[in-house]
């Protein structure tokens, strides 16, 4: 059983940074790629970045590429959003999730686990 625990999340102004925190339980972190989806009240849950096992591979959603970076390190198990130039639509739960496969994309379906999620709330 793998658990994900994210944190970081909080309240920033339009046009800075935050920074999001994964840390994964278990002993297969390191098999796995990655990923970072959002869910803003009302929407769906949408994808954001993902990052494959090695951090060799990464791929982002057209609306946070150039602004948000994905990072992994293995050795502490853990994975990271860099969010940069926030905007106010970028307010929404964020949560990790853990790959079905080294390399997973941008598909709900690709991942196998997630965590609870942190709040990201970005004011105008």
């Known amino acids: 059983q793998v658990q994900l ?3 970081g999340g909080g309240l920033v102004q339009a046009g800075g940074s935050l920074r999001l925190s994964c840390a994964a339980s278990g002993r297969t972190f390191s098999t796995y790629g ?3 989806f959002r869910q803003a009240p009302g929407k769906e849950r949408e994808f954001v ?3 494959s ?6 791929h982002y959603s057209d609306s946070v590429n150039g602004r948000f970076t994905i990072s ?10 860099q969010m940069s130039s926030l905007k106010p639509e970028d307010t929404a739960v ?3 999730a853990l ?3 080294w390399a997973p994309g941008s598909e709900l379906y690709e991942y196998a686990y997630w965590g609870q999620g942190t709040q990201v709330t970005v004011s105008s």
């Open 5 to 7: 625990v994210e944190s």
């Open 34 to 36: 990655m990923g970072w």
């Open 49 to 51: 970045a993902a990052i």
């Open 53 to 58: 096992r090695s951090g060799g591979r990464t």
């Open 72 to 81: 992994r390190d293995n050795a502490k198990n853990t994975v990271y959003l």
């Open 94 to 96: 964020y949560y990790c």
């Open 99 to 101: 790959g079905r496969s």
